[in-house]
Each structure stands twice: as C-alpha cells, then as structure tokens.
C-alpha cells in the first residue's frame, strides 16, 4: 500500500505562522503534526509514500529528508491550488496501475485504530459524528455502514458523519479515472475540483465504500484546535523527566515538552506546554502553549498562545498569535 500525504495548502487561517512554515510543519508536542502522520502510517507497515508539496514545499522536503531518510518517497508538485481532487490526480504519473492507496491529509491528527481500519478489505473513509455538517465533506450510510453517497459541504445536509480526511482506496485507477472525467469536463465546485466528486463518482461506478468511525480528528488549521492537538498528544506521549539542567528553580506542571538546549530559569511551565530547541524563558509563567525554537521569553504570563521561532518578548500576561521572527516589547 502506498501512502499519499497533500501537504499544498497555504493555511491562510493560522497567518502569521504560515507566512513562513507550511502548516504541515507547526510543532505539537515536541514534533511537526506531519512527523506525527508519518509516525502512524510506519508503525502500520506502510513504506512508499507520496508527498502532493506546493506553498513552501522546499520546506516540506527537506524535513522530510532529514528526518525521514530511509523512507521511500516521491514527491508531486501543485503548482496551482486546485482542490484537493487535483491534488491526488497529479499523483497519477507515479503510483504503479492496480495500487491500493491511503490519503491521509497532511494537516490532520486522527485517533483511530489504524490497524482494523488498513485491515479493512475494500475502500473505506474515516467519519466521525459532527453538529454542523455544511461545514464538511459528508457521507450517507446504510445501516451495514455502507456508504451510498458522498457530498461536499451540503446546504441541507442529509447525515452528520463528516469525513475526516482519512481514505482507504482499494480502487485506486478508478477514483483516478472519475477524477479525470472531472478534469477533463471541468467539472468544477467553488473553482475547485472535490475529492468528494471523485469518491461519488467511483460509488456510481459501482466500487462498495464503507464508513469508519474514528475516535477523534483535529483539523489543525486553527490556533484553537492547534493548542487543542498539541495538548492531546502531550497527554499521551510517554511522561519523560525535563532535564534538570534545562531548569533553574522552576515548577513543571506535567504534560509539557521541553526541547533540546532550552533554557529555563525562575519559571512556571505548564500544563500543556511545548517548548521548542534551544528556547530561552525566564521569569515567566506559560500554560497551554507552544513557544517555537530559538524564541527568548522574559517576563511574560502566556496563556493559549502560539509563539513562532526566533520571536523575542519582553511584557506581561498577553494571549498572543505571533508568527516567526517577530519582536515584541510589552513593557
């Protein structure tokens, strides 16, 4: 099975962090959220891999390669925004005919047993239950959880179970064929080309698609759910003492993350915090937040805040949404 990764889009919604790093790239508990992506897909055997890059991609690659050496990959280019229907059939050119795919959205935390759901023997899409699902891509379901129609943001939506931006396509040359009908015939919604139009084009086709519930999803486009993954995963990362010589007379209040050469003196940290490599944070109380690398913290109560790399702040109790290379004086 080969896993595709779209990790093209802009993230105007968490601006002014995304003028600088892809949203892909924003760390949650000590790791970028597509780190944490591929982390899931290795540890379920999944091997070769597919990275659909655009806005900032040089970024996207070069960690990949950094940190994800030996993994097998390619990488496809979406030079206009499109849709994320375009997305997957640019991949056409180089995933082998007859492929079983997973399309996970690089921007997307799901909790879900992704053993029972890769064991699945057909096509399958990851839904949970939503209160407004205009919002979202959407399926229809038979009580066996067979899907029998797939829309994108309904005005007068038939179902609530939103589709989580997790798909297992067993059928892979015929999404790509209904894509490309698409493609060909224009067949446009919002000036864009809907991955839901392609998926209901394969039912139509005749292909069985089943519906799989998954625990939690967070779409980490906004500050809010940002903070709200970046505390979830640090609740269930293996506890690991902060080194002690990180810290000079502070108070740690577990789950937090302190990066590599950070520097903390006469602080309250925590809970939910990550502090990014080789920050520096003095006289400083922060709670559910995330301080990027190399940011200097003195002085400050922070709280459900996102602090880029390389900022420096001197002030006092703020809620902030600051991007890279920034310098605040609150003072």
Known sequence: ?????????????????????????????????LGFIIDQLMEIGITEYVFVIGYLGEKIKDYIEQDYPNIK????????????????????????????????????????????????EGSALGVKKVTDPRKFGVVELNEDGTITKVIEKPSIPKSNMAIVGLYKIKEFDILLKSLDYNIQNNLRNNNEFYLTDGLQGMIQRGVNMQGFKVDNWYDCGQKEILLKTNALLLSKKKRRPA?????????????????????LKNCIIGPNVTVGDDATIHDSIIKDSIIGSYTKLNNVILFNSIIGSDSVIWGSSQSLNIGDNTELDLR
Not at 245 to 255: A, F, G, R, S, Y
């Open 243 to 263: 080194l002690k010589k990180n810290l000079d007379n502070c108070i740690v209040i577990e789950p937090i993350h302190i990066g590599k050469n950070a520097s």
């Open 73 to 120: 990959k390619k990488y496809v280019v979406q030079e206009v925004r499109e849709g994320l229907g375009h997305a997957i059939w640019l991949t056409r050119n180089v995933i082998p005919k007859k492929s079983e795919v997973m399309i996970v959205l690089g921007d997307t935390v799901i909790d879900v047993n992704w053993k029972k759901f890769i064991a699945l």
């Open 1 to 33: 099975m080969i896993a595709i990764i779209p990790v093209a889009g802009a993230g105007t919604q968490l601006r002014p962090h995304t003028y600088t790093q892809p949203k892909s790239l924003i760390p949650v508990a000590g790791k970028p959220i």
